[in-house]
């Protein structure tokens, strides 16, 4: 007993001695320890900041859901949707919904202290326009669900508050069928309280990604997206104005000298708003294949011809991204999640960024970013929030796909730090 005793003791100082030995490494490159950030980081927002999608969606994370352990999969036998615990390839073959991995929210929706999920499933087999199947559960642990037919394949699913009446709404961003002809889908929300769902079908476009906030400080959230058009359609980006009392109309001359866009640059993954040079007015991202494009906000317009374009290695591809104040000097720092070589793994890269000029400050903060997988292998989103429940913030991989399906990626922080570890299922 004693002798295991001291080879668990021996096991543990080995174990911090390389972990010393590793955060020297990597202090070695900055030369001094950084501050460790608090979850009181996670506070420190401007008020225009907080009513984002981006910071109202991150701040309803505090852990990643595994709905395995709930409802994988639904198959439909006449009317009804009977749920499937295990992936069941032999009942594809007809009406059979899949749940798309990482297309869930969890969190306290209703106010009633208990959390509720919203998940979406994709039907198998895919035909174009095959409807989707949308599951809400107003308490995760009760048995009753509610499910809808619904968009075709939801890309992005965000919180907002389109009605100031501290309710939140899910904004449901959808591609429609991600096959030839690309026939493209609504945009929708599911309204929690009255638990149904309102489409905006003006203008039909595959959907990857979109982001709501206030625009025009007139008081209502806006929605921001990107349609990869349709085969009748360009690509183009899209604005819908909310007038307050749920009236919603495209406005799409928000966007100066902006029309369209063509190959190579027509390829939006990624939308996101944020005030990030703390100007009062919500910022807008777009994210793409070897580069980010920034545009002021200036008084609610946004204009192609002064975008800023954050520019990198183009086997990265922008799939999400996050804001926070990781060197602690006032200003946020963007944090970039990419696929790399066509969603043969993943990567990260942290931004020191102002309308002036911005710096690559990954290296300062993380050990190991770039991982490589097989086809299909790679993560949906990034969520920042305490994961080990030690005080301070980490950085938690969400989605993931292929060989790191059912396992784990998080950046556990250490004395200001981020330090990678991947479980493999
Ligand atoms: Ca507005
Ligand atoms: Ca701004
Ligand atoms: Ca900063
Ligand atoms: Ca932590």
Redesign the pocket.
Same mark, same amino acid.
């Given at each position: 007993m004693k002798s295991l005793l001291y080879t668990l003791l021996a096991m543990l100082a080995l174990v911090s001695c390389s972990k010393e030995e590793e955060i020297a490494k990597v202090n070695g490159e900055e030369g001094t320890v950084a501050k460790s950030l608090s979850t009181s980081l996670l506070e420190d927002y401007s008020d225009i900041n907080k009513s984002t999608s981006w910071y109202r969606t991150n701040s309803a994370f505090d852990e990643i859901f595994d709905i395995e352990n709930l409802t994988r999969d639904f198959e439909r036998v006449g009317d009804e949707f009977l749920p499937i615990d295990t992936f069941r390839g032999d009942r594809v073959v007809c009406c059979y919904y899949y749940y798309d991995e990482g297309q869930y929210l969890i969190t306290d929706l209703n106010g009633d202290g208990k959390k509720d999920l919203w998940a979406s499933y994709i039907k198998q087999p895919w035909g174009a326009n095959e409807k989707g199947l949308l599951l809400y559960k107003n308490d995760i642990n009760s048995e009753t669900i509610q499910l809808d037919l619904g968009l075709t394949q939801v890309r992005k699913q965000v919180l907002s508050d389109f009605f100031n009446d501290g309710k939140p709404e899910i904004m449901l961003f959808s591609t429609g069928s991600d096959k030839e002809p690309f026939p493209g889908d609504s945009l929708a929300y599911f309204d929690v309280e009255k638990r149904s769902y309102r489409y905006f079908s003006n203008d039909i476009g595959g959907y990857h990604s979109g982001a709501t906030g206030d625009i025009d400080r007139d008081g209502f959230e806006d929605i921001i997206t990107y349609s990869s058009g349709t085969p009748d359609v360009e690509n183009h980006p899209v604005h819908i104005k909310n007038y307050g009392n749920g009236k919603f109309e495209i406005d799409n001359s928000v966007f100066l000298n902006y029309d369209y866009d063509e190959p190579p640059n027509n390829i939006v993954v990624t939308v996101e708003l944020f005030d990030i040079d703390e100007d009062g007015f919500l910022d807008l991202f777009f994210g793409k294949k070897g580069s980010l494009w920034i545009f002021k906000n200036e008084n609610g317009f946004f204009n192609k011809e002064s975008v800023i374009k954050v520019e990198f290695d183009t086997s990265l591809d922008v799939m999400d991204l996050a804001f926070l =104040?990781?060197?602690?000097?006032? =200003?946020?720092?963007i944090l970039i999640l990419w696929n790399v070589n066509d969603y043969k793994g993943f990567d990260l890269g942290l931004y =020191?960024f102002s309308f002036e000029n911005h710096k690559d400050l990954t290296n300062l903060y993380f050990d190991h970013t770039r991982w490589e997988g097989s086809d299909h292998s790679w993560l949906k989103w990034i969520r920042i929030f305490d994961y080990d429940s030690d005080g301070d913030i980490d950085i938690v991989g969400d989605g993931l796909w292929g060989d790191l399906h059912a396992g784990s990626v998080v950046w556990k922080q250490y004395q200001g730090k981020f330090y990678r570890e991947i479980s493999l299922n």
């Open positions: =104040d990781f060197n602690q000097d006032g =200003d946020k720092e =020191d």
